[in-house]
């Protein structure tokens, strides 16, 4: 029997910067991109600031920092996809401590949905390739939807797919966009600090990660939904 658990019954989880760690595959693919237009490669440290809305939000601010046109970016978009869907698990690894968190999930008895802006196809290739995929329930892409995060559109079709009404869920992301996408779905929200956000992100939150390892503590801790923000 699965164990005792908390009010919630699912916990959403966005990928990037929340269980892996993927900037270096997002970065070659990046720069193999803007090479074929001509263009400088972005550094490590730039790199950081321009994931997480997704691979034509990425391409646009490379094109911007490299001295490019952003309004290429949907022409690249094939490109940059052909480039990176078969590297995208290639230098890209778990967080430490991330599976043993999600593992603890599943055992809860906890639904688990991935709820990323990263295209679909590419996110199977990383839970695959890190051991994940059996223990997630269903995946919301970039691609998936005509919306993206902070839209709540995304978080919506996991819920529905799990069958799990929003106040019975929480999603747990390192970004801005997770936490407001969280707030219009009407789900609790736990920041991963130790992601790619910024440090104000967590204004909003209803409670801070600061290790992926103490994610289960974490959503038990969290207040009633009466308390939760609003």
């Not at 778990?94 to 949905?113: E, H, N, Q, S």
Request: avoid cysteine; charge should be neutral; proline fraction near 7%.
């Amino acid at each position: 029997m699965p164990a005792a658990r908390s009010r919630f019954d699912a916990v959403l989880l966005d990928l990037d910067g929340t269980l892996v760690d993927s900037l270096a595959d997002l970065r070659t693919a990046l720069n193999a991109t803007l090479a074929r237009d001509g263009l400088p490669p972005v550094t490590a440290a730039a790199m950081r600031a321009m994931v997480g809305d997704g691979a034509p939000a990425l391409l646009r601010r490379g094109l911007l920092a490299s001295g490019g046109d952003p309004d290429r970016a949907p022409d690249l978009l094939p490109d940059f996809l052909a480039v990176y869907e078969p590297i995208a698990a290639a230098g890209t690894a778990l967080f430490r401590g991330a599976a043993g968190a999600v593992r603890a999930l599943r055992a809860a008895g906890f639904a688990l949905a991935i709820v990323t802006n990263k295209p679909a196809r590419a996110t199977g290739l990383i839970l695959d390739s890190v051991g994940l995929a059996p223990l997630i329930d269903t995946v919301v892409g970039g691609d998936t939807l005509p919306q993206r995060k902070p839209d709540p559109a995304p978080l919506h079709e996991a819920l529905r797919r799990l069958r799990v009404e929003p106040g019975r869920a929480v999603m747990v992301g390192d970004m801005h966009h997770d936490i407001a996408a969280a707030r219009a779905a009407g789900t609790a929200a736990i920041l991963a600090r130790y992601g790619y956000g910024r440090p104000d992100d967590a204004t909003s939150a209803d409670a801070v990660l600061d290790d992926i390892g103490g994610l289960r503590a974490a959503i038990e801790a969290l207040p009633s939904g009466r308390a939760l923000a609003s």
